[in-house]
Nanobody, 121 residues
């Protein structure tokens, strides 16, 4: 499956952004999906994940209550709605796909190219 992330940008603290991940190739519904982020000098870390049907989600503690992950299997897309953004949310955000939900990036075989999110204070 090929993944294309989009929607990043520059936003002030407290603002909102929505990231999108479009998938092509193999059947999207066969894959669990996830968003990771990587800030300069830091390791890539899981932000949120969603299972194949969309019925189960996982969030990192740092984004719970502020971010919402969702997917539309009929449209081969996944989204990350990010509210109440903080400067510490600044990072490159990547979408990823695998046959199950995993919390570590090494378990994911399929990656989008990344989209930059910058939150100014």
């Amino acid at each position: 499956v090929q993944l294309q992330a989009s929607g990043g940008g520059l936003v002030q603290a407290g603002g909102s952004l929505t990231l999108s991940c479009a998938a092509s190739g193999r059947t999207f519904a066969k894959y669990a999906m996830a968003w990771f982020r990587q800030a300069p000098g830091k390791e890539r870390a899981l932000v949120a994940a969603i299972n194949r049907s969309g019925g189960s989600t996982y969030y990192a503690d740092s984004v719970k209550g502020r971010f919402t992950i969702s997917r539309e299997n009929a449209k081969n897309t996944m989204s990350l709605q990010m509210n109440s953004l903080k400067p510490e949310d600044t990072a490159v955000y990547y979408c990823a796909a695998e046959d199950s939900v995993f919390t570590t990036p090494g378990n994911y075989d399929y990656w989008g190219q990344g989209t930059q999110v910058t939150v100014s204070s």
